[in-house]
């Protein structure tokens, strides 16, 4: 199984409303990272939380980290038709070195 | 795409061939690698490099072999492909190592193993 698991799987809005999406964890991490993919294209980081703080802004991006949950959230406000993509989170586990550990994905469309 | 180019795009195979991909970065960074991406996985981790003849296995690197000469230059190599192994290949990029900071992406190339 993934080590991030992204809830919903998809979401539908409209433009001008906030999205949530939420990652869960299974380990201890060192740190969380989100990113964006647009079809067919590679993927662009966003943010990135450290274990050692709770949540972080930029721009209409606001991501949460709880370790005690395992569990982050991305919220985007204010939703443009140009957020829809694929979101995934990404976790560095504390004992794995260089490597991040992708999870499935939220797949995110904003309605004009 | 950050200066990361991937070479072939779009390669169409037949089991049993080997397949080699190729990335190459104009950014001289030290961090290299290569993931898969198939629906219902999100992106997988193969084989990374932390610098010129250094490399390492990821999760799902059993039929796969890297090999890095050059700074600039991270070839996949698919030994005798499968049809397992269609999928959509990324290659990324870090300066410093990608557990502490960001990762760049190449544009993919999409495999298809007949």
């Known amino acids: 199984s993934q080590q991030g698991e992204e809830d919903p799987q998809a979401l539908s809005i409209q433009e001008g409303e906030n999205a949530t999406m939420n990652c869960s964890y299974k380990?201890?991490?060192?740190?969380l990272q989100w990113y964006r993919q647009n079809s067919g294209r590679g993927l662009v980081h966003l943010i990135l939380?450290?274990?050692?703080?709770r949540e972080k802004h930029s721009g209409r991006l606001r991501v949460t980290l709880d370790t005690s949950k395992k569990s982050s959230s991305l919220l985007i406000t204010a939703s443009r038709a140009a957020d829809t993509a694929s979101y995934f989170c990404a976790t560095a586990r504390d004992n794995a070195g260089n490597m991040l550990t992708f999870g499935g994905g939220t797949r995110l469309m904003v309605k004009p | 795409d950050a200066g990361i180019t991937q070479s072939p795009r779009h390669k169409v195979t037949e089991t049993g061939t080997p397949v080699t991909l190729r990335c190459h970065q104009t950014e001289n960074h030290r961090y290299m690698y290569w993931y898969r991406q198939d629906p219902g996985h999100g992106l997988r981790l193969i084989h990374y490099?932390?610098?010129?003849?250094?490399?390492d296995k990821g999760e799902v690197s059993d039929g796969y072999s890297v090999s890095r000469s050059k700074t600039e230059d991270f070839l996949l190599t698919l030994e005798s492909a499968t049809s397992s192994q269609t999928s959509v290949y990324f290659c990324a990029i870090s300066a410093t190592s990608g557990r502490s900071n960001e990762q760049f992406f190449g544009p993919g190339t999409r495999l298809t193993v007949l």
């Open positions: 939380i450290r274990s050692n703080e």
């Open positions: 490099s932390y610098g010129v003849k250094d490399t």
């Open positions: 380990t201890s991490i060192n740190n």
